[in-house]
């Protein structure tokens, strides 16, 4: 099956920008042109609010007036180096909008100059946080959730796997958008769609190498959940992938280990 037109519309844009691959620039260089792009989205909502989560910056949604919504606390994607809650901004107001529950986007700190676990820790804050403080935002602490693309999924992963071993809250489930759960990505899709496809492979291992650095470090789950050897107990899952993407693979295979160890 061919990719989507649409798909290939955006890719092809994004191809005419002309950008550097993202292992040939400086972190930095790659997020000040991004970041330059971004702008304001259109998406009407209820209400946005910009607040301390614990320390971490967050920006709050809200869908209507209600005072005990569920919340479902989002981590961006970027490969842990790029994006922001201005860059996921329409992603998550339309996730309010149409879900009716409340959304919580995570500012976490990022690599290279905040390397694994700091992300990680950001994001268990600002849940923890979100958890002690539900009723003063509006919402309800026996259903959030968390969740999140690319680099944000492998973050709800590894969110959700702390939360199963530390108490860390009662979670109602996990949202991952095609996370990136596997180190060494020694599966089909990224070779099959290494390349031709927005992410690439080598940009995937560049991201990789700012977040996980320290290779003594590549065996623990909190940092590559794959690596968990039982996910037994872990908040019910949903799991979407990209047909054309080289983490394709890694999302099925997460969802088969899902699976395998009985997470809903």
Sequence with gaps: MPLHPQSQFIINFIDSLGDKPFEEDTPQNARDIRNARTTPSALPIFETKDIDA????????????????????????????????????????????????????????????????????????????????????GCDATRIAVGGDSAGGNLASAVALKARDTKLIP????????????????????????????????????????????LDQQSDPYAVPARATDLKGVAAAIVIAAQFDPLTDDARLYYQKLVTNSVP
């Design 54 to 137: 614990g320390g971490v910056p967050a920006r709050l949604y809200k869908p209507n007036n209600n005072t005990n919504l569920p919340l479902l606390v989002y981590y961006h994607g970027g490969g842990w180096v790029l994006g922001n809650v201005d860059s996921h901004d329409g992603v998550c107001r339309a996730l309010a909008m149409q879900s009716e529950c409340a959304v919580l986007s995570v500012e976490y700190r990022l690599a290279p100059e905040f390397p694994f676990p700091i992300p990680l820790t950001d994001s268990v804050t600002a849940t923890r946080w979100a958890y002690d403080n539900a009723a003063s935002i």
């Design 171 to 214: 979670l109602a489930f996990q949202l991952l958008i095609y996370p990136c759960n596997e180190i060494n990505m020694q599966y089909p899709s990224a070779t099959e769609f290494g390349e031709g496809f927005g992410l690439t492979t080598k940009s995937m291992r560049w991201f990789w190498d700012k977040y996980l650095p320290n």
